[in-house]
């Protein structure tokens, strides 16, 4: 459940890259080719996933801390 909550503050674009590096551990280079983008692009959204899910997943333990 605490996975679901974390990636549902994520677009779709970034949803799709962050599973594709973290669950099917493909290179940031592997991505860009699949998805016909520029590495740095891949590499933006990524960083941003990563930002978005610290983010929730320091607010829910807050939550569930109370």
Known sequence: MRIEDALSVL???EKEI????YA???SLGQIAKYRNVKKTSVQNQLERA?????EQTSCSLFAFAG
């Open 50 to 54: 990563k930002r978005k899910i610290r």
């Open 18 to 21: 962050f599973l594709m590096h």
């Open 24 to 26: 099917r551990n493909l």
């Open 11 to 13: 677009t779709e674009n």
